[in-house]
């Protein structure tokens, strides 16, 4: 990850998060829809508390609509309410206001009844590197961008930004660390490119992706490559897609690194198709 984790950081961290989150009503806890368990922070619940939470699960314009639901309902389960967005796009950034009204009405009718004028109801966005907090924030204050308290000699440490009606979110996301010491977890999060290429060569890593594919999407495979996957190694598609593809070198061998990033890129892209690598049903 481009952040540095480590043990006194994360403390720090953690202090700091704990400290914004008194000053909010609502937390804004963000996914990759593709790898919702993956994508989560491991301490999440602790740092959170008994604050209510919406989790995001974001990028589900590239995941599995079949499996976007699935998720849901596992969530439901665990009575934690999630909403399906595209920060990218702006989907479902209505759904999400308006349960963030739904969720905080208790909190409002409290401060009503102590007396307190009315104030608005103040959110924060929670994640892990790359999941899509700065592009939500983009997305949720593009209309009224006006930024509470950003005047010359304010000071800059807690900045809200208008989003709609009484909702305001503080402009700074908190940052979290995924479970890097996970190895299933560090795979998922190269692949979905969360991790830049970092915990293993491009070639290795297509290979396992590939490997997963054939298990969970075979088709999207073979319909996005024209190629035979059954009884092959991994290593033999990505050669043949390369071979399809005209990646070959001057001596007339596939240039497998090129095609590897090829289709990790395409993979990242959502070109392969809408791919969801986690399962509710492994948890
Ligand atoms: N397809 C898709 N891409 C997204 C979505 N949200 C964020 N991204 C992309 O994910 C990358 C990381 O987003 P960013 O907002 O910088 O993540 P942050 O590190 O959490 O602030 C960027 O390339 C975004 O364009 C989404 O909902 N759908
Ligand atoms: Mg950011």
Redesign the pocket.
């Known amino acids: 990850m481009n952040i540095n984790w480590y043990p006194g950081h994360m403390k720090k961290t953690k202090e700091s998060i704990k400290k914004n989150l008194s000053l909010v009503d609502i937390v804004y806890e963000?996914v990759d829809a593709r790898i919702p368990v993956s994508s989560q922070n491991p301490d999440i619940d602790d740092i959170i508390g008994e604050k209510p939470r919406i989790k995001l699960l974001?990028?589900?314009?590239?995941a599995d609509e079949n499996m976007n639901l699935e998720w849901q309902k596992y969530f439901e389960e665990k009575k934690i309410p999630s909403v399906l967005?595209?920060?990218?796009?702006s989907?479902g950034l209505k759904e999400l206001q308006d349960l963030t009204y739904t969720l905080t009405e208790k909190k409002r009718k409290n401060l009503l009844k102590k007396g307190i004028r009315k104030r608005p109801i103040r959110i924060m966005i929670l994640?892990?590197?790359?999941?899509?907090?700065?592009?939500?924030?983009?997305s949720l204050s593009r209309r009224k961008g006006a930024r509470v308290g950003n005047k010359p000699g304010v000071t800059k440490a807690n900045q809200w930004i208008k989003i709609k009606g009484d909702l305001e979110l503080l402009d700074t996301?908190g940052?979290l660390w995924p479970k890097f010491e996970d190895e299933k977890v560090g795979l998922n999060l190269a692949f979905t490119?969360a991790i830049k290429d970092e915990i293993l060569d491009i070639d290795t890593l297509t290979i396992k992706l590939i490997e997963r594919l054939n298990n969970l999407y075979p088709e999207h495979i073979k319909s996005r490559y024209k190629v035979e996957i059954e009884g092959r190694s991994p290593y033999d598609i990505i050669m043949e897609i390369g071979k399809k593809r005209g990646t070959i070198l001057s001596g007339g061998e596939v240039d497998f690194s090129r095609i590897s990033s090829i289709i990790i890129d395409e993979f990242r892209?959502?070109k392969i198709g809408r791919i969801t690598l986690e399962r509710p049903t492994d948890f």
């Open positions: 963000l974001n990028k589900s314009d590239l967005i595209d920060a990218v796009h989907r994640g892990i590197p790359n999941v899509g907090k700065s592009t939500l924030i983009n996301p940052i490119g892209k959502g």
